[in-house]
């Protein structure tokens, strides 16, 4: 099964890289095989190629010769794979194989970016609702399977360090305080920590507090007057904004609101502002600064698109299949 068949013009884009997929993965991924022929390298080889492919299971098996069949292998890969939890701790021991020792030697500081990725699931829960979280309509559905990761940067280069399943009902806060101690646990050294709007509440800067990190979050803007909207007068500057929470009363934060020129570009000549609640920054540091400091957070974004490039497709339901796969895709990215 380590060649595509003749009759499939599509290849593995580098043998170099997915020699090294199959061997990180091989050494972390814990599969108890029993009352199979399958191996656990004809496993790996099958769901490298369904990721670099963006094909299912089912369909990389069709494509790659003497492979079993994709029901054959998905029930063997079920039965093999531990718990969600130790699958999540597998993928982690992943991404940590994957670091450079350097990174590990707490010379350096470096950045941190945390956020969310939620894929869109169409169907009931496979075991517990809490598998399903809930959000904005995106794909026809507004429910989701959450993932939250942790990223690093070091020489230009963005690597994912952490990942975690995200249940129904979970605390930001939470997730936040787990992925920091992740971070911390491998010795890297944060800087700064740089967080999607989703995470800005009291809670959530309270751990950051805790921790006495620095740290940039967009404030979201809500509603056509009022809230955050105040701040938006004259220029950019520095300022404090108090949020007010039925759940967790108020909370004043340092802010830096900015006001940013279009100057003619995609045909507009307008402004648009945008508001930071910041800690730990430097005072000589300018709005248009800070602007400029969180847009180049890592291309978060796009990095996200990336690792969907490169992730298996699957209508399973079975959290832990989907759980492997989107950190199979992460391993990849790295």
């Not at 369904?50 to 029930?75: F, T």
């Not at 920091?180 to 010795?187: A, D, G, M, P, T």
């Not at 990190?213 to 967009?218: A, D, E, K, T």
Request: proline residues 4%; charged residues 25%.
């Amino acid at each position: 099964m380590s060649k595509p068949t003749n009759k499939i013009t599509r290849a593995i884009r580098s043998e170099q890289v997915l020699n090294a997929f199959v061997q990180v993965v091989r050494r972390n991924l814990p599969l108890e095989l029993k009352n199979t022929r399958i191996t656990a390298e004809e496993i790996i080889y099958a769901l490298a190629y369904a990721n670099v492919h963006r094909l299912s299971i089912a369909s990389a098996c069709q494509e790659l010769r003497d492979a079993p069949s994709g029901n054959r292998l998905r029930e063997v890969l079920v039965e093999a794979l531990p718990d969600r939890s130790g699958t999540q701790r597998a993928l982690n021991r992943t991404f940590r194989q994957q670091l450079h020792p350097s990174l590990l030697k707490g010379i350096r500081d470096y950045n941190i970016a945390i956020d969310l990725t939620l894929i869109p699931y169409h169907g009931q829960p496979y075991e517990d609702k809490k598998e399903i979280v809930r959000g904005a309509p995106k794909s026809g559905t507004t429910h989701f399977h959450g993932y939250a990761t942790v990223s690093i940067v070091r020489d230009n280069r963005r690597y994912v360090v952490a990942l975690r399943f995200i249940e129904y009902g979970e605390e930001m806060a939470e997730i936040v305080r787990w992925l920091i101690k992740r971070v911390k646990s491998l010795k890297i050294r944060i800087r700064r920590a740089f967080l999607d709007k989703g995470f800005c509440s009291k809670p959530v800067f309270k751990v950051l507090s805790q921790h006495k990190l620095s740290y940039v979050i967009p404030i979201p803007v809500r509603g056509k007057s009022g809230g955050v909207r105040n701040l938006f007068q004259d220029k950019s500057r520095k300022t404090t904004y108090t949020f007010h929470s039925p759940k967790y009363g108020a909370y004043t934060v340092q802010a830096v609101v900015v006001k940013r020129y279009s100057k003619g570009r995609y045909g507009r000549h307008t402004s648009k502002w945008f508001a930071y609640a910041v800690a730990g920054l430097p005072a000589s540091l300018l709005p248009a600064q800070v602007f400029e400091l969180y847009r180049q957070r890592f291309g978060i974004e796009s990095s996200y698109r990336q690792m969907n490039q490169v992730r298996a497709r699957t209508s399973t339901r079975n959290p832990v299949i989907r759980l492997l796969l989107v950190g199979l895709a992460f391993v990849l990215f790295n």
